[in-house]
């Protein structure tokens, strides 16, 4: 089944203890890209990946590091998490198609965080 | 700011009405699309717009796109308890080093009443 998979799906942790959001897709998508959602201000673009080893910033990401080792994996990492970071978080992937994203994203079930 | 402005966000109707839903902004989009969310569940793609002034139609749902690439809009027509749900525009910026960078509107919470 063509998926996208996060985890852990909930996590509750406290201030500055390093943590990791795994995400997975096996599609063989080129692009993948984090998301948090909050109230109110729909989804916002942490950082995305064009491809292996290609990482760029989205709109919000201080306090925020990913990495794209292999093509089907995009973790995300909070160093030093803080409460301000604490709000659900999906990743998605997508084929790319010449210089637009034409093509539909596929989303993760998403990731509850709180950050006490 | 919000560089993709949705409104209204709350919608509130009943069974059988008709609705429309906005997506504006200042800024040139190469594409824009359109999601539906489920509580729990990410969101899942409705339709993609790519050409100023284009219309698709998917079954009750017409989704417009601007002259100017800069606006899109939803319309349901007859809703159903069944379109309940969080709807999402979301807008691929046009060239240069926007290129990957995805933009949501705040989102669009519509609840049809039986």
């Known amino acids: 089944e063509a998926q996208v998979t996060q985890n852990p799906r909930y996590l509750i942790t406290v201030t500055g203890k390093k943590l990791t959001v795994t995400c997975s897709q096996n599609m063989n998508h080129e692009y993948m890209s984090w998301y948090r959602q909050d109230p109110g201000l729909g989804l916002r673009q942490i950082y995305y990946s064009m491809n292996v080893e290609v990482t760029d910033k989205g709109d919000v990401p201080e306090g925020y590091k990913v990495s794209r080792k292999e093509k089907r994996n995009f973790p995300l990492i909070l160093e030093s998490p803080s409460p301000n970071q604490t709000s659900l978080y999906f990743c998605?992937?997508?084929?790319?198609?010449?210089?637009?994203?034409?093509?539909?994203?596929?989303f993760g079930p998403g990731t509850r965080l709180t950050v006490l | 700011t919000q560089l993709l402005e949705q409104s209204p966000q709350f919608l509130s109707i009943q069974e059988g009405e008709n609705l429309t839903v906005y997506c504006n902004s200042s800024?040139?989009?190469?594409?824009l699309q359109w999601y539906r969310q489920e509580p729990g569940e990410g969101p899942v793609l409705l339709v993609t717009v790519v050409t100023g002034g284009e219309v698709k139609k998917l079954k009750r749902l017409t989704f417009q796109f601007g002259d100017a690439r800069k606006d899109s809009s939803l319309h349901i027509t007859a809703a159903q308890p069944g379109d309940t749900g969080l709807y999402l525009c979301a807008g691929d910026r046009a060239g240069g080093t926007s290129y990957g960078k995805l933009t949501f509107g705040q989102g669009t919470i519509l609840t049809v009443h039986p």
């Open positions: 998605a992937s997508s084929w790319t198609s010449g210089r637009a994203l034409y093509n539909e994203q596929f």
């Open positions: 800024s040139v989009f190469s594409s």
